[in-house]
């Protein structure tokens, strides 16, 4: 059986090198008949003229260049019907070489799921894949072959809007979820129906933008750039993504769209990526803006040498680079490059024997309607919610209650949970199609029990005349459920705030709805942590709901009544103040570390506040409890080619059933460089029955013990580690020692 099954590995490993050999026959038979002008439109990317996201470049003789063969690819074209069009044209040109499509489908498709950062939250790698999958067969189905996702960006500053879009602020944690998506998006192989290439980004470091504010100049070494930051792209390498995208910003003052150390170095040199690099909308012709490129021409220059190999949006390879090849400045060979790797996309999507394989309205029909896709909405929705307070059981809600007040400014709002990056579709009623917070309540309560509805104010704004109905409404209810947080349209890109506070009076609302003596749950929907002070002190029961999407309403609705217990941990680190910006969980000691949250004096401090967050990285309570017991190590000493096998008994000792993610933390206690107080190396999702035990287990190998030294050298060091077993960074409930010899 085993000689069988070798040899059916042989001859499938066989044929897939035979299948990409003649592909790139293909390839270089068709860059043979292709003049200059042709290569560098398949280098050159338009938007169509609808829902954009950038600022558009007219161009009214688009139609026609695509009948020259003149573009390589369009984004923000939607639907079957349009992209078949543009196809139409496509096949008019000498060569007919196909377009791509592309789009942001960044959380969904028709069927929208939580944000990214709320998916980070589920800590279920199966769940946020199953995401994409969904996502990535649904737009498969509308004619897309590209998606501008994952962004893996590491985000350590909640001011910086698009923290919405990615993981959160830990590389294992990033890494993971990196594999997780791009292996959703492509799902068993590209050119499959249900499948559409991923696009990593931004590649690099966009989320360390100076100061949080959106496409601002990052400065790090270089060791921060390997160990903190990178990992998650190559993660997302291994997962086999098909493209990448560079980012806006510049990297030690080189932009990244020219920076060869990213791009030609690291990505294509190192790393050995075979796909292609997009630019972000425009972030070529902005080298100029920058001042490092003297004018589009320049920055042509500049952006093609690095390795960026399609221009999204600026026109600089459409009006220069010939002239730059013309001249000398160029070589043919550094066109021929970019574009056999843009072909070679194309012929692993199959479209050469099809360019219209993925305009199937039949198909698109029946994939943008199948219920199974809202179930999987509705899984992850509820996976994704945090529960950051529960004092005196306040939840679940009991289902006898006679009369709920259902008050805030977000309750009946529907498109809003759809968060920021959702695709619109123009046919689409999306007040139809979205459940928002009322009608999933709504839908959960019985006969006997009386909805009560009041808005209470706006999200922004200084009118409280809304304060006066909502106090009459709440006084007549037994439970109060509170709806507050941002606008949806205020976490995303180009949305950095300087103020995270709840905004507008909004937290005036919740110190109303204390002052009535009712129980009050609130429910914060937001794209990023925010600082809520008095809500975190004061109100009883917190649900963190962030954006969730096409079933936001019942998913909260069936968390809200224990339908399902709340299980996620939050990605992030929430401050108490802006002030302690940047603060992530696995920062480094010093050599005047504070011995406690409260010192003051000669000891790393503030004089105002303490230095522990408001709630900390992997932070989430259950409505059950967990208790922790009976740590054990294989050994306290192993040689670098051994293992640590790490157990410990978790056990549900509350009254209903619960998921737990359970989190393993290393110290190094000593290194030739300074270390993290604590880093993720392992996570469990654990779901256990009342009263029920599981021995849960963790391997610890070199691998986990390693980092890059002074001289980018990636080692583990001999010397003693402390191994952590928590239900948060900050809540360490088993520890032991153990030591890793020469």
């Not at 103020?499 to 005036?508: A, C, N």
């Not at 969980?585 to 790393?604: L, M």
Request: aromatic letters at 10%; glycine letters at 8%.
């Amino acid at each position: 059986m085993k000689k069988i099954t070798t040899m059916t590995l042989l001859m499938i490993s066989i044929f897939a090198m035979a299948q990409q050999q003649t592909i790139d026959q293909k390839v270089n038979d068709l860059l043979k008949k292709m003049t200059l002008e042709e290569k560098i439109g398949q280098l050159n990317q338009y938007t169509g003229d609808n829902q954009a996201t950038g600022p558009i470049t007219i161009n009214p003789n688009k139609q026609n260049e695509i009948k020259q063969g003149l573009i390589g690819s369009m984004l923000n074209i939607i639907g079957t019907k349009y992209t078949r069009q543009y196809q139409e044209l496509a096949m008019q040109s000498r060569l007919k070489i196909p377009l791509l499509f592309a789009q942001d489908v960044i959380h969904g498709y028709k069927t929208t799921f939580p944000i990214p950062l709320a998916e980070a939250a589920s800590w279920d790698l199966a769940a946020i894949e199953l995401a994409a999958r969904v996502a990535a067969t649904e737009a498969a189905s509308s004619g897309i072959h590209w998606t501008f996702a994952p962004m893996v960006d590491i985000g350590r500053d909640p001011r910086w809007g698009r923290v919405m879009e990615g993981a959160g602020e830990d590389t294992y944690l990033g890494s993971k979820i990196a594999y997780a998506r791009v292996k959703g998006f492509q799902g068993n192989k590209l050119g499959d129906l249900n499948s559409v290439m991923a696009c990593v980004k931004h590649f690099a470091v966009y989320g360390a933008a100076t100061g949080g504010r959106d496409y601002n100049s990052v400065d790090m070494s270089e060791r921060m750039l390997w160990e903190t930051y990178l990992p998650p792209f190559k993660a997302a390498l291994d997962a086999g993504a098909a493209t990448f995208m560079n980012s806006f910003n510049d990297l030690n003052g080189i932009p990244a769209t020219g920076n060869v150390h990213l791009q030609r170095d690291i990505l294509k040199g190192k790393w050995n990526f075979q796909g292609f690099v997009v630019s972000d909308w425009g972030s070529i012709g902005e080298m100029v803006a920058h001042g490092y490129s003297k004018d589009l021409k320049a920055a042509a220059y500049s952006a093609i040498t690095a390795g960026s190999d399609m221009d999204m949006e600026s026109n600089a390879y459409r009006y220069n680079l010939a002239e730059l090849v013309k001249e000398g400045k160029v070589s043919v060979d550094v066109i021929d490059d970019a574009v056999k790797r843009i072909l070679r996309k194309k012929f692993e999507l199959g479209l050469f024997d099809d360019p219209y394989r993925y305009s199937d309205g039949k198909r698109e029909t029946k994939e943008l309607n199948n219920p199974e896709n809202r179930k999987a909405a509705l899984d992850v929705a509820k996976k994704s919610i945090v529960l950051l307070k529960n004092e005196n059981e306040t939840l679940p809600l009991s289902k006898n209650l006679k009369t709920i007040a259902f008050i805030g400014p977000i309750v009946k709002e529907y498109k809003a949970n759809m968060g920021f990056w959702a695709v619109e579709l123009p046919e689409v009623n999306y007040n139809k199609w979205v459940v928002s917070q009322w009608d999933g309540m709504q839908n959960k309560v019985g006969k006997n029990t009386k909805l009560l509805y009041a808005k209470g104010c706006e999200v922004t704004g200084d009118n409280k005349d809304g304060f006066a109905e909502a106090i009459v409404t709440a006084k007549q209810a037994d439970v109060v459920i509170l709806s507050i947080g941002e606008k949806h349209d205020m976490s995303g890109e180009a949305k950095s705030r300087s103020d995270l506070h709840l905004p507008g009076v909004q937290e005036d609302l919740v110190k109303a709805m204390i002052a009535t003596g009712k129980p009050v749950v609130i429910l914060v929907n937001a794209g990023r942590p925010l600082v809520f002070n008095y809500t975190a002190d004061n109100a009883p029961a917190i649900l963190y709901t962030w954006w969730l999407g096409t079933e936001a309403g019942n998913a909260i609705a069936d968390v809200l009544f224990g339908d399902y217990n709340p299980s996620g941990k939050l990605p992030m680190t929430f401050p108490r103040e802006v002030g302690q910006i940047p603060i992530y969980y696995n920062h480094f000691s010093t050599g005047r570390p504070a011995p406690d949250e409260d010192a003051k004096g000669y000891v790393s401090s503030y004089i105002d506040l303490k230095n522990s967050p408001k709630f900390p990285f992997g932070y989430g309570l259950s409505y059950t409890k967990f208790d922790y017991s009976g740590l054990k190590l294989s050994s306290v000493k192993i040689k670098s080619n051994e293992n640590i096998k790490v157990s410990f008994q978790l056990s549900n000792v509350g009254k209903v059933a619960g998921e737990e993610v359970v989190q393993l933390y290393i110290k190094d206690k000593f290194g030739s460089v300074v270390r993290p107080i604590l880093e993720l190396r392992d996570f469990q999702k654990v779901k256990l029955k009342a009263g029920e035990s599981k021995t849960i287990e963790f391997t610890i190998d070199k691998e986990k013990l390693s980092f890059y030294n002074d001289k980018l050298e990636w080692n583990a060091e001999p010397g003693d580690f402390e191994v952590m077993i928590g239900a948060s960074s900050a809540n360490i409930k088993l520890k032991s020692g153990f030591e890793l010899l020469e």
